[in-house]
């Protein structure tokens, strides 16, 4: 267990829909990063947040949105769902949000569109 | 110049036997290059690690390698047992304004046969 929490495990939604992921980092962690898994792109890189502010940027669609609180749990928000967003997304955390750092994942939520 | 490739997508070897996988980047500027272990059904985990100014890191039976001229970096396993078989993930930190943001190889299944 890395400490690191997700919700949903799983969801299954509709074409069009919208969803929210919710991201817990391990404690004393100011920085928390999304990823999209899935079988043909591997691991890409969403969004990294550090003490609720945006730091860096990856392939994140225009459709996808996210923000980190102050009580730094972060959610990622998926809207106007196509059936190619189901995937398997991960949140890590680490400390201070440095490149070097280890990132520890949290155990995903699965996301079926159909 | 964020791009990694990764090979062999997969690899099977008998249990004892060594197993290598590769990686190649473009950024001539990266200095961060850590491997990523992911068994079925769980979360990635960070393995090794290997910064720039090393040309060689081990642990136990993993080691990495990193030739900077040539722009490769490698994982090595040696004794393989049936529980290292999982997908493995290499990556490296991009430069620049991507200096927090980590570009993983699209993952090599490895198998380890008893």
């Known amino acids: 267990d890395s400490g690191v929490t997700q919700t949903p495990k799983h969801l299954i939604t509709a074409t069009g829909q919208r969803v929210t992921l919710r991201c817990s980092p391990r404690?004393?962690?100011?920085?928390v990063y999304w990823y999209q898994q899935s079988l043909d792109q591997g691991l890409q890189f969403l969004i990294q947040y550090y003490n609720g502010e945006e730091r860096a940027k990856g392939n994140i669609l225009e459709r996808f949105s996210a923000q980190q609180f102050p009580d730094l749990h972060s959610e990622l928000n998926l809207s106007s769902l196509e059936l190619g967003d189901s995937a398997l997304y991960f949140c890590?955390?680490?400390?201070?949000?440095?490149?070097?750092?280890?990132?520890?994942f949290g155990p995903g939520t699965r996301l079926l569109v159909l | 110049g964020e791009n990694v490739e990764q090979h062999p997508s997969t690899l099977s070897v008998q249990e004892g036997d060594s197993a290598v996988i590769k990686c190649t980047y473009s950024?001539?500027?990266?200095?961060?290059f850590p491997w990523y272990k992911q068994e079925l059904g769980k979360r990635p985990q960070l393995i090794i690690d290997?910064?720039?100014?090393?040309g060689e890191k081990k642990d136990q039976r993993i080691a990495v390698t990193l030739n900077k001229t040539a722009k490769h970096f490698s994982l090595h396993i040696t004794e393989t047992q049936p529980e290292d078989s999982a997908v493995y993930f290499c990556a490296h930190l991009g430069s620049g304004g991507s200096n927090y943001k980590l570009t993983f190889g699209k993952g090599t299944l490895l198998t380890v046969n008893p």
């Open positions: 290997i910064r720039s100014n090393v």
């Open positions: 890590a955390s680490s400390p201070q949000g440095t490149g070097t750092e280890t990132q520890y």
């Open positions: 404690s004393g962690d100011l920085s």
């Open positions: 950024d001539s500027a990266s200095n961060y």
